[in-house]
């Protein structure tokens, strides 16, 4: 079962890691359950999905394209599955920063190399990337970027 926590948790990691944040995509978001606790912490978060049942959220039931125009600060998933490299390659066109905390790989790779491909995916775009993980259970792992300056 999933830690039901998680979303406090990387919200927690979204304010503490981009100090200042106000609005946030949040990519491939479920329900809206992670929106709902940006929201309630005072930020504008916007949930891409295509879930038709969703919580009362700021939410856009569709996928995320590249050339969505960006209004937000920082652009996130929590499990994303498939937008995983989405989400980067987002940030990288709209030079804004990203989280990701992947639980599986869109092309079957195992886990360890797919967080490896993601950082690196990162740092081509030029991003300054870091690690971190979550106190919770499950995939845990945050891999996270800045631009460059």
């Known amino acids: 079962?999933?830690?039901?926590?998680?979303?406090?948790?990387?919200?927690?990691?979204?304010?503490?890691?981009?100090?200042?944040?106000?609005?946030?995509?949040?990519?491939?978001?479920?329900?809206?359950?992670?929106n709902e606790v940006l929201t309630a912490?005072?930020?504008?978060?916007?949930?891409?999905?295509?879930?038709?049942?969703?919580?009362?959220?700021?939410?856009?039931?569709?996928?995320?394209?590249?050339?969505?125009?960006?209004?937000?600060?920082?652009?996130?998933?929590?499990?994303?599955?498939?937008?995983?490299?989405?989400?980067?390659d987002y940030a990288a066109t709209h030079g804004i920063p990203f989280a990701v905390v992947p639980c599986c790989s869109d092309n079957s790779m195992p886990y360890n190399p797919w967080m490896r491909h993601i950082a690196e995916l990162g740092r081509a775009h030029g991003f300054d990337v870091w690690e971190a993980t979550l106190p919770m259970e499950g995939r845990a792992r945050v891999v996270a970027g800045r631009p460059k300056r």
């Open 1 to 34: 079962m999933a830690d039901k926590r998680r979303f406090t948790l990387f919200a927690d990691f979204i304010e503490a890691s981009f100090p200042g944040v106000k609005a946030v995509f949040d990519v491939a978001g479920g329900q809206g359950k992670l």
């Open 41 to 88: 912490r005072g930020l504008s978060c916007v949930t891409f999905d295509r879930r038709v049942k969703h919580l009362p959220v700021t939410y856009a039931e569709r996928e995320l394209h590249l050339d969505e125009p960006c209004a937000c600060d920082v652009i996130v998933g929590l499990h994303p599955d498939g937008a995983t490299r989405v989400i980067v």
